[in-house]
């Protein structure tokens, strides 16, 4: 069974960091690309950034390219996101996703509460 599970949601000040990870397991994690969307309230999914199998490519989303650098590490099944300069705009619960065979899978999501 594939499984998603993301940690390292929060809240935190402007200009603030935080890293999010998505632990994965029930797949060859070595084998697939990995994503990061978020969904803003009221607002519908927006891709955040994408790495690739091998940890060799990331691409980002341009509201957060500069600030956003994602990365993985086979041996642990897991890859994290780290945010830097956060703004409130980047308030929004954060999904893990692999697409494995065509199907999408998701993780259950961590709030990231950006605020003064």
């Known amino acids: 069974e594939v499984q998603l599970v993301e940690s390292g949601g929060g809240s935190v000040q402007p200009g603030g960091s935080l890293r999010l990870s998505c632990a994965a397991s029930?797949?060859?994690?070595?084998?697939?690309?990995m994503s990061w969307v978020r969904q803003a309230p009221g607002k519908g999914l927006e891709w955040v950034a994408n790495i690739d199998n091998a940890g060799a490519s990331t691409t980002h989303g341009d509201s957060v390219k500069g600030r956003f650098t994602l990365s993985r590490d086979g041996t642990k099944n897991t890859v994290w996101l780290q945010m830097s300069s956060l703004s409130p705009e980047d308030t929004a619960v954060y999904y893990c996703?692999?697409?494995?065979?065509?199907?999408?899978?998701w993780g259950q999501g961590t709030q990231v509460t950006v605020s003064s």
């Open positions: 029930g797949f060859t994690f070595s084998s697939y690309a």
């Open positions: 996703n692999a697409q494995i065979l065509r199907v999408n899978y």
